[in-house]
């Protein structure tokens, strides 16, 4: 069975631009969450859908946002990239929203920002 | 906001030695998980600790939760090349995950 499968892999971008991640979560999963990781540091929680809807939000500014479609699948969007935007961004897919359901992550896109 | 720190950030060690790497919390966990990763891939989940003074095995990986569930230990035994990459370890919230610092681990052979 294929895991959760993100794109691009790599990503170069400059400042001011706008970017779009892509995620796609394991077959029969509903619940996406997004992730930050900078460099030397543990991943950040920026959102969770479940079922097409916003379920929790991190600690992020407005210029992040995302949606998840009916087949699961998800964007995230980063207008406005600024340099500290530069980081692994990490598609996570779970069965459920509830606690303790394991979350299985993707191998993330690399975005840099320059 | 819960804080967990993990020691020490980065240990390099030859095949054979045996290891220990640390998680402590702020406050009480719910539950706690351990995850490893390695470069260019995401997180990979290892085991889920729930109750206070719980000891898990995973082959040469022994996990201690502690008795007030605010501190976690991560014991290889024997390390290998294989065991290289980045340890983590993470609160399991309701709808998030709260990781830790990471722990990087090079197991030279």
């Known amino acids: 069975d294929a895991g959760v499968t993100q794109s691009p892999t790599h990503l170069i971008k400059t400042r001011g631009q706008h970017v779009t991640l892509r995620c796609s979560p394991i077959?029969?999963?509903?619940?996406v969450s997004w992730y930050q990781q900078v460099l030397g540091q543990g991943p950040q929680f920026i959102f969770q859908?479940?079922?097409?809807?916003?379920?929790g939000r991190g600690n992020f500014p407005d210029r992040f946002s995302a949606r998840q479609f009916p087949n699961y699948s998800s964007e995230l969007n980063v207008n406005a990239l600024l340099l500290g935007d530069s980081a692994l961004y990490l598609c996570?897919?779970?069965?459920?929203?509830?606690?303790?359901?394991?979350?299985?992550f993707g191998p993330g896109t690399r975005l840099t920002v320059l | 906001t819960q804080l967990l720190e993990q020691s020490p950030q980065f240990l390099s060690i030859q095949e054979g030695e045996n290891l220990t790497v640390y998680c402590n919390s702020s406050?009480?966990?719910?539950?706690l998980q351990w995850y490893r990763q390695e470069p260019g891939e995401g997180p990979v989940l290892l085991v889920t600790?729930?109750?206070?003074?719980e000891v898990k095995k995973l082959k040469r990986l022994t996990f201690q939760f502690g008795d007030a569930r605010k501190d976690s230990s991560l014991h290889i035994t024997a390390a290998q090349p294989g065991d290289t990459g980045l340890y983590l370890c993470?609160?399991?919230?309701?709808?998030?995950?709260?990781f830790g610092t990471g722990t990087r681990l090079l197991v030279s052979p």
């Open positions: 993470a609160e399991t919230g309701f709808q998030k995950l709260v």
């Open positions: 996570a897919s779970s069965l459920l929203l509830a606690g303790g359901t394991t979350q299985y």
């Open positions: 406050s009480v966990f719910s539950s």
């Open positions: 077959s029969g999963h509903k619940s």
């Open positions: 600790v729930v109750t206070g003074g």
């Open positions: 859908y479940y079922e097409k809807e916003e379920r």
